[in-house]
């Protein structure tokens, strides 16, 4: 396991929707590091806590690492009133991500909400081989579309109210998607209702699936063993911990 | 550079810093930052007889200036921590302690003696464990309980025993007293404090053990009065911790009289923090012409 922990400048931040953030910042030493589906874990001022947030994109040329965050309580409060030129402290890459196959396969990739900015950096790899489908509650909650639009990738854009892309959930279009042709893999972040949902078609299909879990972190390195999750192997149940083990967890050793 | 060197009941330590017991693992996960033979010592992963799960998750809460976990002492066993972690910490020059944990008296007697031809430098008895329903916490809360567990240990081990104090209790000095008629050989503490938090939405507490153990700055003023009670009513030394972040506090509990300081939570904001806290306190030593550390061990003037 390696990971660095320091002071970095953030190079840009936007405001993606209502409470949303987009922040890129300048850590060459975690980009070099950093996998789709792995995380950081962020230090916010008055905080005893880090703040554990998904890496959305990592730019290995320029030495940035990109993540979107959603105000959730005070602390990711905080978090938003840190503007472009501040530093932040930051330890990171951790935990492991999600398997990257040959870029030809054929990848869907699935997000809900706050859960679609990690799958942003996996459907990269897959260019025009990816389909990303991602849900929202409406219209205006709706992030990083134009982001897999951009690489290629074929959008299935849902809205639970219709007001964007299609009404409905995720799983409706993924559906559609695994009647309409083969796929090597089903990769998602989201939602536990959401994730539950993917896995049970995952396996009607007979589909290789991974998911991204959350659970809350004290050190965020497999130390302190706070963030256990119930995994299975062999049939047997055993404690897995989120930040070491995962977050990304073959979707047959986790019980949901 | 000063002489930061300690000795606990006949072990030599090179500084007085050591990670705290759960906060820190085996210490694999910080070999990446710093080597551990930085750290005067490492206090292991509560271990017990068999292994155990602990409590269900969410196991943290955070705190004003704190925390609270339930983790509930899981671990893989004292066998695992022999086969396993031991070989590694060997390697590492640091004074190794193991902290253990028993359901029963017979347990913790069994631990001591399966450790008793390793390498493991010191024992550490937790009493004091608030996360684990049989065991753990009730030894630690009575001075009868906290007398004969240690007792049977003392019978068990040759290792220097050194007992590890809950601040749940009225007269934590009464305790620290009857250890040590017991045979302990030095002391600890604090371990955490028993707290609460509740989501005011959901009306569910944060924890799904309900309750959970608070740790970091918020505690620290309470351990130092308590490591200063302690100090001034037993003979052998005392190993303070509780909510220690930075030199000054760690300073500052040592001139209340701890002649070591672990360092639990605040890793968790700072991995560096034992480094920092071993660099800053070199530096005051040397600020203030002081030659060696143990020159600071309890010597606050009280008013
Ligand atoms: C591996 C991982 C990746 C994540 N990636 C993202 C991401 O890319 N974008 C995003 O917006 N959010 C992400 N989250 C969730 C994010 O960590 C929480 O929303 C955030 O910690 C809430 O902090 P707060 O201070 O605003 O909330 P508060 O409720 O005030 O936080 C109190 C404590 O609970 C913890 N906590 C609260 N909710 C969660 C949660 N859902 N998961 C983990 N800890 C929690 C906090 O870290 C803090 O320690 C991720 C979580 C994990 C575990
Ligand atoms: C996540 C966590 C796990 C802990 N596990 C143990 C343990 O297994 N055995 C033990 O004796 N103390 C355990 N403790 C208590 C600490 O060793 C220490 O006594 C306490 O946290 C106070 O120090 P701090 O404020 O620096 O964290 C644990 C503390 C934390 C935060
Ligand atoms: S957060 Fe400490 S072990 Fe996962």
Redesign the interface.
């Known amino acids: ?5 320091g002071e970095y400048r953030v190079v840009s931040k936007k405001n993606l929707a209502k409470n949303v953030f987009d922040f890129t910042i300048d850590a060459k030493n975690i980009a070099d590091l950093a996998l789709a589906g792995q995380f950081v874990h962020i ?1 916010v001022d008055g ?4 703040r554990p947030i998904s890496i959305c994109e990592v730019d290995k040329e320029n030495g940035t690492i990109r993540f979107v965050f959603e105000i959730r309580g005070e ?1 990711t409060e905080k978090l938003s009133q840190v503007n472009k030129g501040d530093n932040l ?1 930051v ?1 990171g890459p951790l935990g492991k991500g999600f398997t990257i196959l040959p870029e030809d396969k054929k990848a869907v990739v699935v997000g809900g909400g706050i859960g679609v900015p990690p799958m942003v950096e996996v459907a990269k790899n897959y260019g025009e081989n990816a389909t990303a489908i991602i849900g929202f509650r409406s219209a205006n909650a709706v992030i990083l579309d134009e982001d897999f639009k951009n690489m290629g990738a074929n959008l299935m854009l849902c809205t639970d109210d219709g007001t964007m892309g299609r009404k409905g959930f995720v799983t409706e279009a993924l559906k559609e998607r695994l009647e309409q042709g083969k796929v090597d893999i089903i990769q998602a972040c989201g939602p536990h209702m959401m994730l539950k949902g993917v896995v049970a078609l995952a396996n009607e299909y007979g589909v290789p699936c991974e998911v991204s879990l959350e ?15 119930k995994t299975v192997k062999d049939g047997k149940e ?2 897995s911990h989120v930040c ?1 083990d995962g977050p990304v967890f073959k979707a047959e050793d986790v019980i949901l | 550079m000063a002489d930061l060197r300690v000795n606990i009941a006949g072990v030599e330590f090179k500084n007085p810093i050591i990670p705290a017991s ?4 085996f210490g ?3 070999e ?2 710093y080597p551990l033979s930085k750290l005067g010592g490492i206090s292991c ?1 509560g271990t017990t007889l068999n292994g155990q ?2 409590n ?8 004003p ?3 609270l ?1 339930s ?1 509930g002492l ?1 671990n893989a066993g004292i066998d695992h921590f022999i086969e396993k972690e031991l070989p590694y910490l060997e390697k590492q020059d640091i004074v190794v302690i193991a902290n253990v944990a028993g359901h029963t008296v017979e347990d913790c007697v069994e631990i001591a003696r399966r450790l008793e031809n390793t390498s493991t430098h010191m024992i550490e008895l937790n009493i004091s464990c608030p996360n684990v329903k049989q065991g753990g916490a009730a030894f630690g809360t009575s001075c009868q309980a906290a007398e004969e567990i240690t007792k049977a240990v003392r019978k068990a081990t040759t290792k220097p025993l050194m007992v590890k104090l809950s601040p749940n209790v009225t007269s934590i000095t009464d305790i620290a007293k009857a250890v040590e008629s017991a045979g302990a050989d030095a002391v600890s503490l604090i371990n955490t404090l028993l707290g609460m938090r509740i989501d005011i939405n959901t009306r569910r507490p ?1 924890l799904k053990n309900n309750v959970g153990g608070l740790s ?2 918020a505690v620290f003023p309470v351990a130092v009065r308590m490591v200063w009670q302690v100090a001034n009513s037993v003979n052998i030394p005392v190993v303070g911790m509780g909510g220690v972040s930075t030199y000054k506090d760690a300073v500052e509990m040592m001139l209340a009289g701890a002649s070591a300081i672990q360092i639990g ?1 605040a ?6 923090t034992p480094v920092k806290v071993i660099d800053g306190m070199n530096e005051f030593l040397d600020n203030n012409n002081i030659e060696k550390v143990t020159d600071i061990i309890g010597k606050v003037q009280p008013w």
């Open positions: 396991m390696e990971y660095v922990q230090k905080f005893m806590l880090r602390g402290d330890m659970e809350r972190m004290g050190c965020g390195v497999g130390a302190c063993l706070v963030c256990a999750c055993y404690l070491k | 759960g906060a820190y693992g694999r996960e910080y990446c930052l992963k799960n602990g269900p998750a969410p196991r943290v809460a955070e705190t200036s704190g925390m976990n983790v899981q944060i970091g700055p939570a890793i968790f904001a700072d991995p560096f």
